[in-house]
């Protein structure tokens, strides 16, 4: 093991036996590409914040009400509005 899966010359596969005209090229456990494959990476920001909210169109539903919130209270504090991308980044400081 491990026959390989590739998809835009990336490993999305292994597989203990060929599979024929899928996985067909053989690569031994220490290999780079099977290591990178086999290795969690931590994930992104915007996979953070989907699983935080377990699913994307309630995520972003969520995100506009909070933005919009967010809004309104520093219009009544008299501070000025943030953009997205600054509630964003925001969020990424308080998120797991």
Same mark, same amino acid.
């Given at each position: 093991?491990?026959?390989?899966?590739?998809?835009?010359?990336?490993?999305?596969?292994?597989?203990?036996?060929?599979?024929?005209?899928?996985?067909? #090229?053989?690569?031994?456990?220490?290999?780079?590409?099977?290591?990178?494959?086999?290795?969690?990476?931590?994930?992104?920001?915007?996979?953070?914040?989907?699983?935080?909210?377990?699913?994307? #169109?309630?995520?972003?539903?969520?995100?506009?009400?909070?933005?919009?919130?967010?809004? #309104?209270?520093?219009?009544?504090?008299?501070?000025?509005?943030?953009?997205?991308?600054?509630?964003? #980044?925001?969020?990424?400081?308080?998120?797991?």
């Amino acid at each position: 093991m491990p026959y390989v899966k590739r998809t835009g010359g990336v490993i999305t596969a292994l597989y203990a036996r060929p599979q024929p005209g899928t996985a067909e #090229d053989y690569l031994p456990e220490d290999h780079p590409d099977v290591v990178e494959y086999r290795t969690p990476r931590p994930p992104t920001d915007a996979e953070r914040i989907d699983a935080a909210f377990h699913g994307s #169109d309630t995520a972003r539903v969520i995100f506009e009400a909070l933005f919009e919130l967010a809004n #309104d209270v520093r219009g009544l504090k008299g501070q000025p509005a943030i953009n997205r991308g600054q509630l964003r #980044d925001w969020l990424k400081t308080k998120l797991p």
